[in-house]
């Protein structure tokens, strides 16, 4: 099936410092979400981006809808413990229920 | 407000038995989805269900089948478990279509099968 590509596969950062990561696509979407889960959570919606060029910030999380609606982009400033699991990308296409997901990003963070 | 309940959160099968995986949610979400989650594979849609009264196939729906039992029930069922069904399901809900629709997880069901 469809799936995002989705960069780094994993990151291991010191506590303070920024996290950068990506997810591209060679289809066009018209919605973007990033998620995060922890271990033996389900995973949770950190933010949703509708529109093209998008840049929008939850905390010390911000994301970006790429201007041409192929890729995304999730950072995190100053990262704390408490920031490790696992952020996925998702993206949709249209007025389709479905998403189409990457694989992941885990990450973590050495106090 | 508990959101996407699902049940049982562990379960040891034997190859071959049978067993249902509930989810409920309390938004009164349209639409209803089942995921396995897999190290390496990411979130792999089975089976969703668009609203009450309709289900659909997902991406990996061979040996699993659904309920729409009614709008706050979705349950999967293994008729025959097979260890390749070992994984994490997840059930997650939305209001439903339309550009920001918005997926709501449920915390999983760990399920081995021996």
């Known amino acids: 099936g469809q799936q995002l590509n989705q960069s780094p596969q994993s990151m291991f950062i010191q506590e303070g410092e920024d996290v950068s990561m990506n997810c591209t696509s060679s289809?066009?979407?018209?919605?973007w979400l990033w998620y995060k889960q922890e271990p033996g959570e389900g995973p949770v919606l950190l933010i949703a981006l509708y529109k093209a060029g998008e840049l929008t910030s939850n905390g010390r999380l911000t994301a970006q809808f790429g201007i041409t609606r192929k890729d995304s982009f999730l950072n995190i400033s100053a990262s704390i413990p408490s920031d490790v699991g696992i952020y996925f990308c998702?993206?949709?296409?249209?007025?389709?229920?479905?998403?189409?997901w990457g694989l992941g990003t885990s990450l973590a963070v050495n106090p | 407000n508990a959101g996407v309940t699902q049940t049982p959160k562990f379960q040891v099968l034997k190859t071959g038995q049978s067993m249902t995986l509930q989810c409920a949610q309390d938004m009164n979400h349209n639409s209803m989805y089942w995921y396995r989650q897999d190290p390496g594979m990411g979130l792999r849609l089975i089976y969703y269900?668009?609203?009450?009264?309709?289900?659909d196939k997902g991406e990996v729906p061979n040996g699993y089948n659904v309920s729409r039992l009614n709008k706050r029930e979705f349950s999967l069922r293994l008729e025959s478990a097979a260890p390749s069904q070992t994984s994490v399901y997840f059930c997650a809900s939305s209001e439903g279509g339309g550009p920001k629709n918005i997926q709501y997880f449920g915390a999983g069901t760990r399920l081995s099968v021996l």
């Open positions: 289809s066009i979407f018209n919605t």
């Open positions: 998702a993206a949709r296409a249209g007025n389709n229920r479905k998403l189409i």
């Open positions: 269900s668009a609203s009450e009264g309709t289900t």
